[in-house]
């Protein structure tokens, strides 16, 4: 019972709860104030200030350092586009030729703090993945870089033939990526390769592609029947056989293909590390001016409190 009330002897008797007689003895919120408590607040505050402060320089520095990447990458990878850019006038660009065996190539990064890019290439993957499953069709992933391997994971682990990361530890050249592409091709069969990166256009800007590369069977399947181009128009000079020819146009097809991706996504998320870091200065810069505003706002009420004190016990001294 919170409260009992009677009378005795024309007195009335108030008997109160242990816990209202407790916040009796507590100080109400401005005693709280006179008391200290407005400056714990301002303490807090200020370490709220500092580590805004902190965490702003940190966003500068990743904005320069992704800059200075970017201008390292960005001269490679434009020249880069002149070496798959022939097999598109060769065989043509046709992604909707059906075939049974598919392998997704997914290029995504290997850090994060760079925006939607890897998301986005993980969605058109998936994409690309229902998109080419079926009764009589079989998918596959083969997954470069961190980021889209810990998505893709979740959900389609069995479908993941082979992943790759750390592509970026070490200098990107076409040695290396060229390297990266016959691991591919010894550990996975296939009637196409579709390879989703992002092209870089400007630091602001990126465009989600996808390159398709078919095996020597499916080349010269659709050559003849008039859909990739008439490569019997050419010469061929040497003892090789068609057959022979086209196994040695696809495989360096993807290398050249896989080289260009690999720098184009590279470029793109360096693009995409400055644009975020730069947001996330600038909101830093609105939040410490937020709270350097309630900091002064404090600190003078704090002050105006001990004026008042200090005026109130003088008038009594003198009273």
């Known amino acids: 019972m919170a409260m009992a009330a009677f009378r005795r002897e024309g007195r009335r008797i108030v008997v109160a709860s242990p816990n209202l007689l407790r916040s009796s003895l507590l100080p109400s919120s401005e005693e709280q104030v006179s008391l200290g408590v407005r400056s714990i607040s301002t303490q807090i505050v200020r370490n709220r200030m500092k580590s805004v402060k902190n965490i702003q320089k940190i966003t500068k520095a990743m904005k320069m350092v992704a800059a200075s990447k970017l201008r390292a990458i960005q001269v490679r990878a434009e020249n880069s586009r002149g070496l798959w850019q022939p097999f598109t006038a060769l065989l043509g660009d046709t992604p909707s030729v059906d075939v049974k065996k598919n392998v997704i190539v997914t290029v995504s990064a290997d850090k994060g703090l760079c925006g939607g890019i890897n998301s986005t290439s993980v969605k058109i993957s998936r994409a690309l993945f229902k998109l080419n499953s079926g009764a009589e069709k079989e998918s596959k992933y083969v997954v470069l870089g961190e980021k889209a391997k810990a998505q893709l994971i979740r959900d389609s682990k069995q479908h993941i033939d082979l992943t790759m990361t750390e592509l970026q530890k070490n200098f990107l050249n076409y040695t290396q990526v060229s390297a990266l592409a016959d691991e591919i091709l010894k550990n996975v069969e296939y009637d196409a390769l579709r390879i989703v990166f992002n092209k870089f256009q400007s630091v602001v800007s990126f465009l989600p592609t996808t390159a398709t590369i078919f095996s020597p069977e ?92 200090i005026i109130s016990g003088a008038s009594a001294l003198e009273g």
């Open 218 to 309: 499916i080349v010269e399947r659709e050559s003849e029947a008039g859909k990739l181009g008439d490569l019997d128009s050419y010469e061929v000079e040497g003892g090789d056989t068609k057959s022979e020819i086209l196994q040695n146009l696809t495989e360096f097809q993807f290398s050249c293909v896989m080289f260009n991706a690999v720098l184009e996504n590279a470029c793109s998320e360096q693009g995409a590390r400055m644009s975020a870091m730069d947001s996330s200065s600038r909101n830093a810069g609105e939040m410490l001016d937020r709270l350097t505003l309630t900091y002064n706002r404090t600190r003078q009420a704090s002050i105006t409190t001990e004026l008042t004190e």
